[in-house]
């Protein structure tokens, strides 16, 4: 992605060449005491600032090329930058800190999804990468997520989440440990990343991702990612203001072992039908109103309130559908 596409960005992201990754389906969480649903947290926290954790998980050198530097200071002309990042990342953050956390990567790595989407989980590309993570279907399928008529799970944050982490894994095994190479891979793809690698072995040259011809769009992909973390490692030096995300619980997950009807659920328990849309984007909008589901993200706080719609919906409903999202 370009500097220019960077500072435009209305949603359509270039697609991505990736390669091959294993699934990451599990979600762990607490079980309340329901006879018929689960309810596990999606994300945690105790209130605090998130963005502390994110700086306090921060491992990369962000002083290591001009490049940075150059991108730090094209950021910085628009005084409301940060603000804007911080407000996009809000409901998804404490998700991709969590999963980051508990693989103890860089946490360079959450800013990743700003640069890819604005952390857009309903993002699509030209090219039909799809999600905050910009995904591709052939990727996303090799993977374990479901592409079907009616689910696109790349849109779904904490399957996206885990399995962008788990190809990040991948790359940075593939490449000895070096996260900007494993950045690089996952915007040009490895392949290209390993030829650009054999061709500076060849010439004698030095094989750090500083050092390599790669593709203008790779060659500015990380240092926007390594900016943006110089930018949130204190904002107030370079004048800059970043909202606190509070650092807590934004949604949980009902799993349920009998389908629930979406519109049933919503105006039986009184939580709004357009948040339980926006919080399920991997749920197609021309199903929404009438498919029945096993999972199901749900406004933090109101997972109790709706397990027990949802026992009530189960005991009554006509099921047709017993398959679950994972």
């Known amino acids: 992605m370009s500097p220019q596409t960077f500072q435009t960005y209305s949603g359509a992201v270039s697609a991505r060449e990736y390669g091959f990754v294993r699934p990451a389906r599990d979600i762990a969480g607490n079980t309340i005491n329901t006879r018929r649903v689960v309810r596990t947290e999606v994300s945690a926290g105790n209130g605090a600032d998130l963005w502390n954790r994110v700086r306090s998980g921060m491992r990369l050198d962000l ?3 001009t490049r940075i530097d150059s991108m730090l200071n094209q950021f910085r002309r628009d005084p409301r930058y940060l603000e804007k990042m911080s407000g996009k990342a809000t409901p998804y953050l404490s998700t991709i800190v969590n999963e980051i956390e508990r693989r103890g990567f860089p946490m360079e790595l959450a800013l990743l999804p700003h640069v890819e989407s604005r952390y857009n989980p309903a993002a699509t590309s030209p090219k039909a990468a799809g999600g905050m993570w910009q995904f591709m279907p052939y990727t996303a399928r090799e993977m374990g997520l479901r592409l079907d008529h009616d689910t696109d799970e790349r849109r779904d944050v904490v399957a996206s989440t885990r399995a962008a982490l788990d190809y990040l894994a991948q790359l940075n095994r593939r490449f000895d440990g070096n996260w900007e190479l494993a950045m690089a891979a996952y915007n040009c793809g490895p392949g290209r990343v390993d030829a650009a690698i054999e061709a500076n072995r060849r010439a004698g040259k030095a094989t750090d991702f500083w050092s390599l011809d790669l593709p203008q769009e790779t060659r500015q992909y990380v240092p926007q990612i390594l900016a943006t973390a110089r930018l949130v490692t204190d ?3 370079y004048g800059l ?3 606190a995300i509070a650092d807590r619980p934004r949604a949980e997950m009902l799993v349920s072992r009998e389908p629930m009807n979406l519109v049933r659920v919503a105006t039986s328990s ?20 009438n498919k029945d589901i096993n999972q199901l993200k749900v406004p933090a706080g109101t997972g109790a309130k709706l397990s027990a719609s949802v026992a009530k919906q189960v005991r009554v409903m006509s099921l047709t559908d017993s398959r679950t999202n994972g």
Do not use: M, Y
């Open 63 to 65: 002083h290591a090329d």
């Open 235 to 237: 904002a107030r030096q």
């Open 241 to 243: 203001t970043l909202p």
């Open 270 to 289: 009184g939580v709004d039908f357009a948040e339980i849309q926006r919080l399920n984007p991997e749920i197609k909008s021309s199903w929404f109103g």
